[in-house]
T-cell receptor
Framework: EAGVVQSPRYKIIEKKQPVAFWCNPISGHNTLYWYLQNLGQGPELLIRYENEEAVDDSQLPKDRFSAERLKGVDSTLKIQPAELGDSAVYLC???????????????FGDGTRLSIL | AQKITQTQPGMFVQEKEAVTLDCTYDTSDQSYGLFWYKQPSSGEMIFLIYQGSYDEQNATEGRYSLNFQKARKSANLVISASQLGDSAMYFCAMRERMNDYKLSFGAGTTVTVRA
């Protein structure tokens, strides 16, 4: 079974430029998450999708961040314009959302390491 | 308030020895789940083990076991027979029903296995 696939693996851009990250979840996983991970810290949730619906985007800085999951499968996270403080690792995760919610682990991709110059 | 506390920023362990990583959590929910993830330097987050709040037995997965002490709100990870490949960052995380099942992570513990 293929895992969560993210691209690109690394991205270096200048501040004020736009950037986009792509994520393809594990087949059959209807729930998709985007996380931000700063160096030396645990991941922090940005947005959660159930199928194509964003059910929790309370932590997403909507002035510059946007996300979409149009067909309920793969997803794109965009930052426009990027700021120096956005340098971090952006992780995508997926899981099956069902009756036994607590014990379903989230499976993560390798992440995109973003550096802003 | 911090939901997950990992007090050990870094640990060294000799190859083939066991190591215990501490994790304490804070919740008023009766239904919650606790997870441990491993993050090597390559960056991927690898799921290791899960413990449910209603589980009476401590979870085990191969060389990983979870020492669950509900009254003390601790969920320590024990790695037995450490291997060089165990060198990584380890995160404890909790999912609460009352928090809409969001996964809250601790700050992590770096483990370095010495030959």
């Amino acid at each position: 079974e293929a895992g969560v696939v993210q691209s690109p693996r690394y991205k270096i851009i200048e501040k004020k430029q736009p950037v986009a990250f792509w994520c393809n979840p594990i087949s059959g996983h209807n729930t998709l998450y985007w996380y931000l991970q700063n160096l030396g810290q645990g991941p922090e949730l940005l947005i959660r999708y159930e199928n194509e619906e964003a059910v929790d985007d309370s932590q997403l800085p909507k002035d510059r961040f946007s996300a979409e999951r149009l067909k309920g499968v793969d997803s794109t996270l965009k930052i426009q314009p990027a700021e120096l403080g956005d340098s971090a690792v952006y992780l995508c995760a997926s899981t099956v959302w069902g009756a036994r919610r607590n014990n379903q682990p989230q499976h993560f991709g390798d992440g995109t390491r973003l550096s802003i110059l | 308030a911090q939901k997950i506390t990992q007090t050990q920023p870094g640990m060294f362990v000799q190859e083939k020895e066991a190591v215990t990583l501490d994790c304490t959590y804070d919740t008023s929910d009766q239904s919650y789940g606790l997870f441990w993830y491993k993050q090597p330097s390559s960056g991927e987050m690898i799921f290791l083990i899960y413990q449910g709040s209603y589980d009476e037995q401590n979870a085990t997965e191969g060389r990983y076991s979870l020492n669950f002490q509900k009254a003390r709100k601790s969920a320590n990870l024990v790695i037995s027979a450490s291997q060089l490949g165990d060198s990584a960052m380890y995160f404890c995380a909790m999912r609460e029903r009352m928090n809409d099942y969001k996964l809250s992570f601790g700050a992590g513990t770096t483990v370095t296995v010495r030959a």
